[in-house]
């Protein structure tokens, strides 16, 4: 699986998504990062592969950085390293 993260400018508490394979992380970073490129407001609306019945609907603009990693079960609590990409 593959987790799509999100930090939001309001909020210290991330949102997360996850694909299970790289190409469609892959996908949904790229289309995170063009809305958040674009300006202004848009909605975007995300679901979860593991959790299907997960939705989450959220404004680009509020958007302060998102990370795109690859769940390990060697870690115990599934979170990335750190490193993520900052809006511009």
Do not use: N
Not at 5 to 23: D, F, G, H, N
Not at 35 to 49: F, H, I, K, P
């Amino acid at each position: 699986m593959f987790i799509i993260e999100l930090t939001l400018k309001t909020t210290p508490v991330p949102l997360s998504v996850q694909r299970k394979t790289a190409e469609d992380a892959e996908t949904t970073y790229k289309e995170i990062t063009e809305a958040m490129r674009a300006g202004g407001s848009q909605v975007l609306e995300l679901t979860c592969d593991r959790q299907t019945d997960k939705k989450l609907a959220l404004l680009s603009d509020g958007i302060a950085a998102v990370q795109i990693y690859e769940k390990s079960s060697a870690s115990a609590s599934g979170r990335a390293p750190g490193f993520f990409s900052m809006a511009e």
